[in-house]
């Protein structure tokens, strides 16, 4: 037996409560009935949203696709239906047909019958799974078939011996006319091979249980029931189109249903079997509709008959004995059936509307005859009677139903979400025929009686000592040597006349002694003939299962050597796939090599940043104690003008946080409160911090030109106007004030008239939030139209230099309509000017002057 047929991991029966209504669950042998089996087979789907999905090898759960609800406006459920395997997108044709077919191959060599049917919706990959197509990977299950069987047959008789009547029977022909047929059959010529067949995949795996006592053919026949109709598709109407109308009859005698006068033909191989198959087909109805582009339109049946008949007892050439109640018929059916389609989802008209019709009326009265079955069954008797005759399809099947064979059903199903409604009814189905209970094929095949038993059997098919018993008993044993052994020796004897009696005594001693050397001889003789017969049946019998081994270890070989090439290439493809993952792992290693390098880089960016961060923090630290504390040329001020410098200092908090940087250091601080604390002289409180700024204040570069320096010299009329709030940035340079200077917080007007210079510390913040310092020389601020202004110090952002300008030009507005109206501008007043900023006014020079800053 082949392995895949005992061993094959076919899904657990369903478990008693597995099934809703209760049915008894496939127990073979004992009560001599077995369930329909019923595989499903799950198309590929790559789209959204499966409406099914597989839980496990015996296991579908169909989920509604969403917002999808029933026509009466409820909403599907999830719903899990189980069989007795579920084969999934991945499973190959030769899987399929491993587990869902070998063994009915099996059962027909056996000489039992069976029933094989695909079952789905249109475009569920039922002609798929049965035909297929002629690779390796996609053959189906029809093929497959005939190719096991025919690997696992022996004693295959000529053609023409047995004829079919069309009457669900057949017979045997004698020798003569049998060679009058086949002469007639070789006339008709070959003709050309169809391409498929040519390049189509074999299939080596073979069953047992071929009963070698038997002779045997195989015969097939291909009808369709197509609107309701039987039509044989190996026979054509005069048109040679179309396919000849049969009826289906009941055998009562073989309690079998069958086709009347349908074409069988005897094949002696699965490619003449295919070729006839294929022939068939050219005839089927197929069409084109909008859900499947080859969409049966008829149900197909194939059936492949193996005719048997015992060998001759007698040792004549391997000739079956002529007795047709001696012979064996045993079939397997391959039904392809056409799929049911809902008109609305394929816009059928016409006759594909009209075919559609009879195809989902058919498939209803299967339906209906399953669930008839089933309640028959559940109940013990004969409640509702089954409607086989409705529909040709079941009355085709009936005989299985009644027991005559193994029924099996491999469902198809799409897991589409348009598929959805439909396949729910297919599983449901389904699922329920599991309950229904055939009766089990328990014929065996008549035993072959007197003449060879197991015990003198020899270890080679029946054919090969079938044929050495003829060659031997009907060649050898009537051989010359026998003649010449069994010839007796002469000798001249002459005799003289009639009363030579010593002649005739002699004569007569010497026949006497040959005769009885030929006795001895020919018992020798004999003696040798049977040893040299049992030697040669032996040898033939020893040479004959030696060439059997060859054959076998040439398959093995064979096999073996697909396999190696099979794991070669699989080893090619892996070390190609090692080396691109070598390739893409050293890329990767490279790609790595540089993060490591591009983290240590930054790691180590960071740190200098953190390094010159932390510097920065202290600069600023120190920065921030600096502006916390009095100015010192407040605190100057301050010793000069007394109780002055407290309204200056109340004057400034409303400046609240101030950005500061004189290092190019970004960071705010906050610069409220302190100021008017500092009481301790500058250089007590800064130290050497002082002195270094004043040193580069002594060091720095002239303020002014030396050309306006010059006319100034002799007098003291420099206004050095630096407001209170300044904030001491201890920048590089500073200015070096001429001698005599006099250094103001608030201007008085007549300080201003009486000045020859006037130079004013301003600062202010630019947009960054840096502290700008500008030192502005203003010569002769009471004469409008002759000014010459020059700026030292930092670079000062134009925009943020704006309200300095602005200011200044207030201020000597403000200098001017004083001295206009006679009155001094109040220190309290010029304080305002220069502490809110706000005020403004246009500016007393001219773009060029403005544009002067860098
Ligand atoms: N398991 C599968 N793997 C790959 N292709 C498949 C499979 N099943 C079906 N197909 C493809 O789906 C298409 C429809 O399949 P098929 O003709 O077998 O459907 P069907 O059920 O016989 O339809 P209909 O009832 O209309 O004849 C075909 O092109 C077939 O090749």
Not at 94 to 116: E, P
Not at 320 to 331: A, C, G, H, L, R
């Amino acid at each position: 037996m082949a392995s895949n047929a005992q061993g094959r991991k076919r899904g657990a029966t369903p478990s008693r409560d597995r099934f809703r209504d209760g049915n008894v669950p496939n127990k073979r042998g004992v009560d001599d009935t077995d369930n329909l089996e019923v595989f499903c087979r799950m198309t590929p789907y790559s789209g959204s949203h499966p409406c099914l999905e597989i839980i496990d090898e015996n296991t579908v759960r169909s989920t509604p696709p969403p917002s999808l609800n029933k026509r009466d406006g409820g909403t599907y459920q999830d719903r899990v239906y189980e069989f007795n395997h579920v084969f999934d997108e991945s499973d190959t044709q030769q899987a399929v047909f491993q587990t869902s077919a070998i063994d009915l191959v099996q059962n027909l060599v056996r000489g039992k019958n069976s029933l094989l049917f695909t079952y789905g919706i249109t475009g569920s990959g039922k002609t798929y799974t049965m035909t297929g197509k002629p690779t390796e990977q996609e053959t189906g299950i029809l093929p497959r078939t005939l190719d096991v069987l025919f690997n696992s047959i022996e004693n295959k008789v000529d053609k023409c011996v047995f004829y079919p009547t069309g009457k669900n029977s057949y017979e045997i022909r004698s020798r003569v006319l049998a060679n009058v047929e086949r002469f007639k059959l070789a006339k008709q010529g070959q003709h050309n091979v169809n391409k498929d067949i040519e390049i189509r995949f074999n299939e080596r795996a073979r069953v047992d249980g071929y009963n070698d006592d038997y002779l045997c053919t195989v015969f097939v026949s291909y009808v369709e029931i197509y609107n309701n109709y039987a039509y044989d598709l190996l026979a054509t109407e005069a048109d040679g189109r179309t396919p000849k109308k049969r009826d289906i009859r009941q055998d009562t005698a073989a309690g079998q249903t069958f086709v009347e006068n349908a074409t069988e033909i005897e094949v002696s191989n699965a490619d003449e079997a295919l070729e006839t198959f294929l022939k068939g087909e050219e005839m089927r109805r197929v069409g084109d509709t909008i859900l499947n582009k080859d969409s049966s339109r008829s149900h197909s049946v194939f059936t492949i008959r193996l005719v048997m008949a015992l060998y001759p007892t007698s040792s004549d050439l391997p000739y079956p004995e002529q007795d047709p109640t001696k012979i064996v018929v045993s079939q397997l059916s391959l039904v392809d059936l056409a799929g049911s389609e809902r008109a609305k989802r394929t816009f059928n008209v016409g006759d594909r509307l009209a075919e559609a019709g009879n195809i989902n009326k058919s498939l209803m009265v299967l339906r209906q005859c399953i669930e008839k079955l089933r309640k028959n069954q559940k109940h013990g008797s004969l409640v509702e009677t089954v409607p086989y005759r409705d529909s040709k399809l079941t009355m085709l099947f009936k005989n299985y139903f009644d027991g005559s064979g193994k029924i099996r059903m491999i469902v198809c199903v799409n897991p589409k979400p348009d598929d959805y409604e439909e396949n729910l009814n297919v599983l449901c189905f389904a699922e329920e025929s599991q309950a229904v209970r055939v009766a089990v094929d328990s014929r065996k095949l008549p035993s072959p009686g007197a003449g060879i038993n197991d015990a003198n059997r020899p270890p080679v098919p029946r054919r090969f000592f079938s044929r050495w018993n003829y060659e031997v008993d009907t060649v050898l044993k009537n051989s010359d040597i026998v003649q010449m052994i069994k010839s007796p020796l002469t000798e001249n004897f002459i005799i003289d006349d009639m009363y030579d009696e010593g002649t005739v005594e002699h004569l007569k001693e010497v026949y006497t002694r040959r005769k009885q050397e030929n006795e001895i001889n020919q018992r020798n003789m004999d003696y040798a003939l049977d040893e040299f017969d049992l030697l040669l049946r032996n040898t033939l019998c020893v040479a004959d299962f030696n060439a059997l081994r060859v054959e076998e270890l040439t398959r093995e070989k064979e096999a073996t050597e697909r396999f190696i090439s099979t794991l070669t290439a699989e080893n090619k493809q892996i070390k190609r796939e090692m080396n691109s993952m070598a390739i893409r792992l050293r890329e990767y290693e490279i790609e790595d090599d540089n993060q490591v390098l591009m983290e240590h880089q930054l790691r180590q960016g960071r740190k200098k940043d953190q390094e010159k961060f932390r510097s920065n923090v202290e600069a600023l630290k120190t920065l921030q104690d600096l502006c916390n504390v009095q100015s010192p040329s407040v605190a100057a001020l301050a010793k000069n003008f007394g109780g002055h410098q407290d309204g200056n200092e109340k004057a400034a908090p409303g400046r609240g946080k101030v950005t500061t940087t004189t290092t190019r250091v970004h960071t705010q601080i906050t610069m409220s409160g302190q100021r008017g604390r500092e009481t301790e002289p500058r250089e007590q409180k800064y130290g050497n911090a002082a002195k270094q700024e004043e040193g580069i204040l002594a060091n720095a570069v002239p303020y002014f030109n030396p050309k306006y320096g010059r006319r100034s010299k002799s007098a003291t009329r420099v206004i050095d106007h630096q407001p209170a709030n300044r904030v001491p940035t201890g920048t590089v340079m500073q200015p070096n004030m001429p001698h005599g200077a006099k250094r103001v917080t608030q201007p008085r007007t007549s300080d201003l008239r009486q000045a020859s210079d006037y130079i004013l510390t301003h600062q202010e913040l630019d947009r960054r939030g840096n502290v700008a310092t500008s030192i502005l020389k203003y010569l002769d601020p009471t004469r409008r139209g002759t000014t010459a202004i020059h700026q030292y110090g930092f670079p000062v952002p134009g925009s943020s230099a704006v309200s300095v300008w602005d200011m200044y030009g207030h201020l000597l507005d403000r200098c001017e309509q004083a001295s206009a109206i006679g009155e001094e501008t109040s220190t309290d007043n010029m304080s305002d000017v220069f502490d809110t900023p706000s005020v403004k006014h246009e500016p007393a020079l001219d773009q060029d002057k403005f544009n002067m800053r860098f």
